[in-house]
């Protein structure tokens, strides 16, 4: 029997899918335009799952709350945009080094500085090559419908537990307030299992466990990266996910992740009523991404658009995939701007189709 | 006639340049490998020429007081090691998007997390791609000796007023803490000048000044980022800075910044006395990084390979500069390891040399 | 049936009391000398209650952590040490204007400053004559054993609830860490009632509950303080206790509260061996003190020697209940130092009972 | 030759005085109802004497970056109103105990809780009974007029550094806003001297200067109390201010402090045209609080009204003055309210000569 289905927004479809994930705890601070997160878990959460809610003194409170949270082994998260975002960075690298499951959130605005409270796609960077210091990645999930966002809540705790690590969910602001037909998942039980690695106290059958990012002797700490290598090139090697559409016969690609990619489809459907064969390629895992898929795409195509509500981010992952077999070209929209399908077509034909008659 | 000689530490020596420079403020907070700059500053600066130096509440606290401080037309700069800067990520993309003058001095430590104290270069990414949310970018002056660890403090208050942009030096623990011959240069009197920009009280002869990093029609917000992404174009045709060591002739090509482009030449030394003809080519702005001049010695060259002391950051810039003409390989040590010349030719040989006999 | 004693320190055994008495919500930050309440609520209450228990990013956090928890009208405390509870002023006085139920307990070391971590009574003019701006009082209950910290903590929770006002409990490091045989009450239920004026989400039949300690008309405000005022005088003639110990045949009354009240119930004994008739007059609570109890007491003694481990605050108390009538001496020791029964009772002899010889 | 007179609003008054001192450091936060010192000292200060003028993140930022700079021998202050000085009570406890000297300037708002913005007095108790936590005092003077908000502040610093303590200036609101005129002193020069036990750098010629507020040996930390003791008993001798007006046949007193005093004036003599031969005593210094001339004052007269602008605060000393010599009755007004001349009478004789007709 098919559940019913509901009409949310996007935000709000995000948090209620946190509450049925069973997660255990959420630590954060107001800011546009994700506000609605901690608004709806701070009126739903705690009431029906126990969940703790909390509001923290700032970002940077927030984050190291997730930090001290996730060492005891349960899920915990933390949400904002990107200026919030931004002061957690410091937190970010020590959860990623200390080796902790953690749910972080961006609901992206347009930067940099204040900003705009419209959508963005400007933390690509940030997000997936460290936006804290060191040499850790972020496994991030970046939906393009209101339903990705509330799948993708569950896939993210899993991944950070199966990895010990913080994953992202790299939204933006029009996927946060846009409203979309969502089919929720089953209320999951707040687990009562605690991984052997928590730090619960110590019982006597085991040796005591530490959770830390500090190691003073530069060999402990070059194993501790040495580790963390390691374990990406795993997560490189089993989790890259991305999302291809009439890309067999194309001739030219749309790169795009998110919102945009939805965009990107509509003007696909444009180009091929005016004959010319074009596919969309979106990445879903911005980190890994998919650099494989892409690159022997490039043995069957003309060219790449990449297009991004950005100066150009995402575009330098896909060079480094694509590494001069074919044109890759960008186009992008930015301080909330959201560009349109009619836009993108006008920017292949003129970057592209028209170059390479 | 020649100024004498003075044996510093790299970051008193940057200290003592802050002063001579004439730089009207420094707000900070202590961090290992680069505290010696707050201590030398507060024992030397205010009363040598009135310069502020204040130690502030945090990282988040000292940026913010960059930004306010940098408002008024005043030389000023802060100063800590990689978990401090990740800190200041937010403070950072709103000096940039409001278009304001600062140095920012990062002395590197091995990450992530708290790490270790040992020098570093695993905040490349950090630093050149946006570390912040937002598309800004950071002119970045990487310096591989004490002397330039002086040189680059007044260059960088120049670039940072002619482009109204920060400006961060990029260091690390070992070159924060070893002692070389330094040559300093004469007291630069505090400017009494005031930037037309600056707000320091509006006078009646014009308008209002205003700085702000807020824009909330996205329209106003995108011309904003259209101005920021200008700059960056002309920042990118007149500042790229580099060096080349024997790379005339050379078969393989050691890419290396900071203090590891020291230990390359030496490596490059040792390969030429096996017959193995090695260049070396220090990218000294990272950015602007030096695209093309790397994408013309490809050319030339049978291969490269990027050293340095992370898991692999800066090498994503070589390959896209390089584009697939030509191998381009990395070896990096982490945790504040140093990698030592004949392991750099080991590995030169192991990845390059052999591969390509 | 007699339930069966356990053997506890004093800190201790006021967390277990916490978790006992039903507490919902514990934030807090660590402090020598009162950190075992952190400590034990983190290991025990959440995993039997489901009590929240937070450690914050600082006092200034935690009681406002405190001030937001209990507008929703849940049994929400936080504990400190003097400095601590200095960075809580702010806080204080605004739960107290804002008419919310909390517990604050502050475990006293010797001060000022850093001060030392052994136990002191110098908090008693910070606690009763209002530490914090605004015209507000904290009804203070002043334990003098193990025993009483844990049945001080529900009789606390329930003058909170019952006059919708923080309230203190001040012990002191010495209580916190000494060991006495206590009996345990039962476990009472986290509450699910929900108070009329909780600010827990506006429900159609009634109007919207504010908390707020702002009002910007000055006769609003005024008016707040009336109520406040008149609040006070209930609290005042309702709720006044205190402990009376051999003071019917007395000539002599020793005043002191906490500790200190039991080391000079000893040196009254002593007294009364040298045949010198002392009663040890002790309030329990500071705030309502006793004044009329003492002022009539004072009708029937020769003088009063008041003992406290600071440098005289209640005294100031005690003359304005004696008001004149008779001698009010004072002993204090300081900077954690506990004066002996011997040394009282040479001051009385040297203080009182030599000069009215 | 006289000096000029100037119309001047007393928070600008106070900025301007504070710059004439030859202060050499303000650290505060904005705050209503007194912003004006923040805002005055941001456009003047510095560049008329190079006085540094930051705005910190907070104020508790503020008094820790005051308790730093003072340790170094200079003339440093903050400023702020009822609830800012609350978050200062942890800090100024420590500066209290390390005996450093400075300038707090608190211009009350009615409180408690956020309480107005309008005038008040309820934070007597706050400053003259120790806000913060430990055995320490604040030199208080209490202006009434604004020439006094210009006239205290070198005083102020005289006194702070002649007993190595900080110094309140307890203003309040109204005071802060009118305008008054006012004779401005001369331009004292910047101090270059440092006192003997700054921490500026050990010489050669004497042992290390330590400033501390840290003695974790009780006995250590007494003879700090006692010390600190001592230095308030000589204050208490020396340092006692207040003025008298009409109380040399008069029956009736009224006490008030600040502001409040003036109104009393006018309501003496409104008082005397009725026939009742009315005298106003005004404490100048909170803390040292004249109780002598007050209690000498008690044999000649018929009783006393004291009047605040808070719910019974500085009553308590006067009633520890006249220790039950005559009656002490109170009026007050809270929230921001001002008592009337008339309002004043009418108490006067409904409490006081009514009664004791």
């Not at 190291?64 to 937190?91: C, D, F, H, W």
């Amino acid at each position: 029997m098919k559940k019913e289905l509901k009409l949310m927004k996007g935000n709000e479809a995000l948090a209620e899918a946190v509450i049925l994930a069973g997660c255990d705890a959420y630590f954060g601070y107001p800011i546009t335009p994700q506000s609605e997160v901690l608004e709806y878990l701070s009126l739903e959460a705690t009431k029906r799952t126990g969940m703790v809610v909390l509001q923290a003194e700032s970002e940077v409170a927030s984050i190291n709350m997730v930090y001290g949270a996730a060492g005891t082994g349960k899920r915990v998260m933390t949400s904002s945009s990107s200026p919030g975002i931004s002061l957690m960075q410091e937190g970010i690298s020590y959860i990623a080094c200390a080796q902790l499951p953690c749910l972080i959130v961006n609901v992206q605005r347009g930067g940099p500085g204040l900003g705009t409270i419209q959508p963005g796609q400007a933390d690509y960077f940030q997000t997936v090559k460290g936006g804290g210091h060191g040499d850790y990645k972020l496994l991030t999930l970046a939906p393009s419908t209101v339903q990705e966002m509330v799948d993708f809540v569950d896939t993210a705790f899993q991944l950070a537990f199966k990895y010990r690590t913080p994953v992202m969910i790299l939204a933006d602001g029009a996927l946060g307030q846009m409203m979309e037909k969502v089919q929720l998942p089953d209320q999951k039980e707040r687990t009562k299992e605690i991984p052997a690695w928590a730090t619960v106290g110590k019982t006597k059958d085991r040796e005591r466990n530490i959770i830390t990012s500090l190691s003073l002797d530069p060999h402990v700490m070059e194993n501790v990266n040495l580790q963390l290598q390691e374990k990406y090139r795993t997560i490189e090697k089993n989790e890259v996910r991305y999302e291809m559409t009439d890309c067999e016969d194309a001739d030219y690609i749309l790169v795009a992740f998110g919102l945009v990619a939805r965009i990107c489809q509509k003007a696909a459907h444009l180009a091929r009523e005016k004959g010319i064969k074009v596919g969309v390629f979106r990445p879903i895992t911005l980190y890994p991404f998919p650099y494989e898929a892409l690159n022997k795409l490039a043995d069957n195509v003309k060219g790449f658009l990449d297009v991004e509500m950005n100066a150009g981010q995402m575009v330098e992952d896909v060079k480094l995939a694509v590494l001069g077999k074919k044109p890759v070209e960008f186009h992008g929209r930015m301080g909330g701007v959201i560009p349109s399908p009619e836009e993108i077509l006008h920017k292949l034909e003129e970057k592209l189709v028209g170059e390479l008659v």
